[in-house]
């Protein structure tokens, strides 16, 4: 669409409302990257997204948001008193400042202010990510994963995430005579031959190596696993544990630098704050939970007479975001990736993407998330609770593109359905079954 049509459409809009007497915000598409006007947003474009554009798979629909992402008011004022008060130590631990020691709990981000000049910027940015994802305490993700080639599905599969936060979580700390820092199983539930196949991850408060479990119902008994199978393909996808949310690896597992900052757009379903939606009462405060009527993701092959590519996400708009751009290298030589640049918001510390290359140095794929900002009424809470995420593929041009939130997929945040009891070899033996 040109300039000028859009700008006789933003009219037209602006009239509408001044008849309606209704106060009209500003249109909520400002205009549409394609290839043709690359250069009017090239400069805020990862080069991986920029080349998807060119080369015609993604229409980018520019956007601007309606509220300035931040966290509620409790985790704010916690991070503001945390500032000064812990360090890095030399295995990447974060640490009391004065003592050396680590602490048993920490709430809000470590690290409010990161100094670009300081050798620990890195790792500090990416600990205070990890604490905006732990804040969530207790959740329960379903997620509908599409794999795709270029000609379209290949095939669907689809799991249900449930995590515990033992650090960082809202409300009083659990017990934790294991010293784990969180939980989590990955419950595949479909298809059949998938189906019962569940992944138990702990977690370890210091610099321990995850310990890793595998139940395959096949074999009916369960096996330990490596903390390299965490970057290992699952169920045939392009996806890995610790592609969850950009990242979910250990932050001692890699060496990490603060390489720069910049503006980046973003996807976003809406431009608005998801709203979450109140659920139980329970010891630790209010379940909350995402709307079954929100606004999911529609993939390019969902769309009838759609010409990109299938795993582009059509009606997601993009947004200006200022990120730090952080470099992490896995110290493990067995790891399935090599050198990777997460692009980290400089106000929320939500990570939004990330760049891999392989263990050789070639790019191999994007990871991207959308912005995931989702807030109960009144900003009493808020939580990072994406709708859509995608793992792009380009060395071999395919694509697994996962959707979370949205119409009949309920994220539950802060919930007692999921109990601490679960994550043990006999939570992980029930659930596969």
Same mark, same amino acid.
């Given at each position: &669409?040109s300039?000028?049509?859009c ?13 309606a ?17 690359l ?6 474009l990862?080069p ?5 554009? #060119? ?17 509620? #008011?409790?985790f704010?004022?916690?991070s ?6 812990y ?5 990447l631990n ?7 020691a ?5 709430? *809000? ?12 910027? *890195?790792?500090?940015? &990416?600990?205070?990510r990890?604490?905006?994802?732990y804040k ?21 599969v ?8 033992y650090?960082g ?29 569940a992944? /138990?991850t ?6 321990r ?22 970057s290992?393909?699952?169920?045939g ?8 949310l ?6 001692q ?17 809406? /431009? ?14 209010? #379940? ?7 606004q ?9 007479g759609?010409?990109g590519a ?7 708009y ?8 952080v ?18 918001d ?24 959308d ?5 109960a ?12 995420s ?20 309920v994220?539950y ?9 679960q ?6 033996l029930?659930?596969?079954?």
């Amino acid at each position: &669409m040109s300039r000028g049509r859009c700008g006789i459409l933003a009219l037209l809009v602006s009239l509408a409302a001044a008849l309606a007497g209704a106060a009209e915000p500003s249109p909520a598409v400002t205009r549409e990257i394609r290839a043709g006007n690359l250069a009017e947003a090239g400069q805020w474009l990862l080069p991986s997204i920029r080349r998807w554009v #060119e080369r015609g798979d993604f229409v980018l629909r520019v956007g601007e948001l309606r509220y300035a992402p931040r966290w509620d #008011e409790e985790f704010l004022k916690a991070s503001t008193a945390n500032q000064g008060r812990y360090a890095i130590d030399a295995e990447l631990n974060v640490v009391d400042a004065r003592s050396g020691a680590r602490p048993d709990f920490v709430f *809000g981000l470590p690290f409010p202010a990161i100094d670009p000049s300081d050798p620990d910027a *890195g790792v500090k940015v &990416m600990w205070n990510r990890w604490y905006t994802v732990y804040k969530r305490t207790q959740v329960r993700v379903p997620s509908h994963i599409h794999v795709l080639g270029r000609e379209g599905l290949v095939r669907d599969v689809e799991a249900l995430t449930t995590t515990v936060a033992y650090s960082g979580r809202e409300g009083e700390p659990l017990a934790n005579p294991e010293q784990t820092e969180y939980r989590e199983i990955v419950l595949q539930t479909s298809p059949s031959y998938v189906e019962g196949v569940a992944t /138990l991850t702990w977690r370890f408060r210091d610099e321990r190596w995850d310990s890793l479990w595998v139940y395959v119902p096949l074999a009916r008994r369960v096996r330990q696993a490596t903390s390299a199978n965490r970057s290992d393909a699952l169920a045939g996808t392009d996806v890995t544990l610790d592609d969850a949310l950009v990242w979910a690896g250990k932050n001692q597992s890699f060496t990490w630098k603060l390489v720069g900052s910049q503006d980046v757009l973003v996807p976003t379903m809406s /431009l608005d704050p998801q709203p979450l939606h109140a659920g139980r009462r329970w010891q630790n405060g209010t #379940e909350w939970m995402t709307g079954a009527d929100y606004q999911g993701v529609l993939w390019g092959y969902q769309v009838p007479g759609w010409t990109g590519a299938p795993w582009a996400p059509t009606n997601a708009y993009w947004v200006k975001r200022p990120v730090w751009v952080v470099e992490g290298r896995p110290r493990d030589r067995y790891y399935s990736y090599g050198r990777q640049l997460f692009y980290v918001d400089r106000d929320t510390f939500q990570a939004y993407a990330k760049v891999i290359d392989t263990p050789a140095g070639e790019y191999w794929k994007t990871v991207l998330v959308d912005l995931g900002m989702s807030c109960a009424p009144d900003n009493q809470r808020c939580y990072p609770v994406v709708a859509m995420s995608l793992f792009v593929d380009d060395k071999n041009d395919r694509a697994t593109a996962t959707s979370v939130a949205g119409p009949g997929s309920v994220v539950y945040v802060n919930t007692p359905r999921v109990r601490a009891e679960q994550f043990t070899l006999q939570g992980l033996l029930k659930q596969g079954k």
